[in-house]
Structures are given as structure tokens and as C-alpha cells.
T-cell receptor
Framework: DTGVSQNPRHKITKRGQNVTFRCDPISEHNRLYWYRQTLGQGPEFLTYFQNEAQLEKSRLLSDRFSAERPKGSFSTLEIQRTEQGDSAMYLCASSFRLAGGLETQYFGPGTRLLVL | AQSVSQHNHHVILSEAASLELGCNYSYGGTVNLFWYVQYPGQHLQLLLK??????LVKGIKGFEAEFIKSKFSFNLRKPSVQWSDTAEYFCAVNARGGGADGLTFGKGTHLIIQP
């Protein structure tokens, strides 16, 4: 399978614990995006990387959230001191950005987080 | 910042009926427009996209969408729906060249096709 993969697919944690999610993009895609989706809503942008550089962060990304893409390939999203409001589906997408701002993002299956 | 509005949150149709899902966006500059679909138990998949050129774009599975710049709209259409079209449909936009490359999604339309 050459699509975007995410691990784990499901995570249950207790409030206050730290969690880390991993995303493996489509090979050779230079951009990687993180989104959060709650029930009844569309995905909301969190942050993105071009290669290993983090270029943009949403105001939704509180200081408890951190993302990395150390070698420009896979990425991790860590949530520290989880809260019940962090319960959501966390989606990863990757793309290859063309000249002129043209790109298409391809999504992974997501990691569903439940904070008890 | 851009925003996306999808007018219908739930739509129920019978097989063979025609479909039109509304999508309006707000942004003053040039945008890229997308429709994504999420079938039950599956991840988001690209249905179609508009970058430039012919404002009527065709996607997979017989879907098409028309970009009307003056109305800031990008409505999704299908002449005859099938039971397998039951899914959640999301309209999304991002700004081209404006530095806001993350997609802004609408809240989605839950489409149910009755056999």
C-alpha cells in the first residue's frame, strides 16, 4: 500500500497522560499536514511541514501540542497532559507541492483518540 | 482567513435521483477548491478538484462540480445517485500563494441514498 499511513489507529488514554501519534506520508511527498476532526465537524487544520521545516501552526495548536518531522519523512504529533477536549480523530495528509501553489492533499485513515 | 459553508448537513435521496450539494467559500484571493468523500469506515478520499481553467470539473464515480467565481460557489452534482454514494461529503478550500496552505473544510454533508 502506497498511501498515507497512521499509527496507532486507536488510542485510549487517561487525562493528564502524554500521547504520540505517527504519520508516514506517501513516498516523495514534500509536504505533510496534521488536522483534527471532531464529531459532526469537518477536519480542522493544525500544522504542516515542508520537508523538515514546520511552516505554519494553527491557533488550535496549544502549547501542549508539538509536531516534528525530523528527516523530512515521517512525522509525529505529541499531546502532553491530555484533556478530555483533546478527544478527536487526528488526521494526517501529504502532498507534493507544484509551482504556482498547486497541490492535492491525500489523507491517511486517522488516529482516533479518546481521553478518559 | 477563509471559511467554507455547506448548506445541507443531511440529505436523503432515493436511488437514481439527481444530487446537488451546495458549497460556498469566503476568501478574497485565488483559491484551490476540493470535494472529498468519506465512505462509512473509510478515510477521506479526493472526489475532484479545481485549480484553474474550465470551471466545470469532473471527478470520480460520475461526480462533477462547477466553480462560479462571482458566487464564491463550488457545488457538487451527480445526475443519478446510487446506493453506494452513501457517505459524508466535504468541501474544502485553500488559498493559493497566500501562505495559508492548510485546507479549510466545511462541516460536511451526510448523504444517505435509499435503495
Amino acid at each position: 500500500d502506497t498511501g498515507v499511513s497512521q499509527n496507532p489507529r486507536h488510542k485510549i488514554t487517561k487525562r493528564g497522560q502524554n500521547v504520540t501519534f505517527r504519520c508516514d506520508p506517501i513516498s516523495e511527498h514534500n509536504r505533510l499536514y496534521w488536522y483534527r476532526q471532531t464529531l459532526g465537524q469537518g477536519p480542522e487544520f493544525l500544522t504542516y511541514f515542508q520537508n523538515e521545516a514546520q511552516l505554519e501552526k494553527s491557533r488550535l495548536l496549544s502549547d501542549r501540542f508539538s509536531a516534528e518531522r525530523p528527516k523530512g519523512s515521517f512525522s509525529t504529533l505529541e499531546i502532553q497532559r491530555t484533556e478530555q477536549g483533546d478527544s478527536a480523530m487526528y488526521l494526517c495528509a501529504s502532498s507534493f507541492r507544484l509551482a504556482g501553489g498547486l497541490e492535492t492533499q491525500y489523507f491517511g485513515p486517522g488516529t482516533r483518540l479518546l481521553v478518559l | 482567513a477563509q471559511s467554507v459553508s455547506q448548506h445541507n448537513h443531511h440529505v436523503i435521496l432515493s436511488e437514481a435521483a439527481s444530487l446537488e450539494l451546495g458549497c460556498n467559500y469566503s476568501y478574497g484571493g485565488t483559491v484551490n477548491l476540493f470535494w472529498y468523500v468519506q465512505y462509512p469506515g473509510q478515510h477521506l478520499q479526493l472526489l475532484l478538484k479545481y485549480f484553474s481553467g474550465d470551471p466545470l470539473v469532473k471527478g470520480i464515480k460520475g461526480f462533477e462540480a462547477e466553480f462560479i467565481k462571482s458566487k464564491f460557489s463550488f457545488n457538487l452534482r451527480k445526475p443519478s445517485v446510487q446506493w453506494s454514494d452513501t457517505a459524508e461529503y466535504f468541501c474544502a478550500v485553500n488559498a493559493r500563494g497566500g501562505g495559508a496552505d492548510g485546507l479549510t473544510f466545511g462541516k460536511g454533508t451526510h448523504l444517505i441514498i435509499q435503495p
